[in-house]
């Protein structure tokens, strides 16, 4: 089991800036992937980063690529997503999410999910 709680959500401005933390707990070490989700009112689930631990490689979605950056302290078990120049559009809950074996984009195929942060940022 892997227990997951994500911090740094918040109200920001266009243009701003925010850094969302996912602290991992329990069984975190082997082939394991971390990762962000976020879901936006009325839409779906949608991918935006994950960082794989063995390989140190980190996948960003396109809309993301260039504003946001993953990364991961191994000896803390702790994610980060730090979001620069933040869109209106960048609102959402986001989610931390983690799953044993190689980096995927689709979440259902992460075995477990953090509670979500919610994001918003004013235009």
């Known amino acids: 089991q892997v227990q997951l709680v994500e911090s740094g959500g918040g109200l920001v401005q266009a243009g701003g800036s925010l850094r969302l933390s996912c602290a991992a707990s329990g069984r975190t070490s082997g082939t394991y992937v971390m990762g962000w989700f976020r879901q936006a009112p009325g839409k779906e689930r949608e991918f935006v980063a994950a960082?794989?631990?063995?390989?140190?490689?980190?996948y960003l979605a396109d809309s993301v690529k260039g504003r946001f950056t993953i990364s991961r302290d191994n000896a803390k078990n702790v994610l980060y997503l730090q979001m620069n120049s933040l869109k209106p559009e960048d609102t959402a809950v986001y989610y931390c999410?983690?799953?044993?074996?190689?980096?995927?984009?689709?979440?259902?195929?992460?075995?477990?999910w953090g509670q979500g942060t919610q994001v918003t940022v004013s235009s």
């Open positions: 960082f794989s631990r063995s390989g140190g490689t980190t």
């Open positions: 999410a983690s799953r044993f074996g190689p980096v995927v984009t689709d979440g259902n195929r992460y075995n477990y």
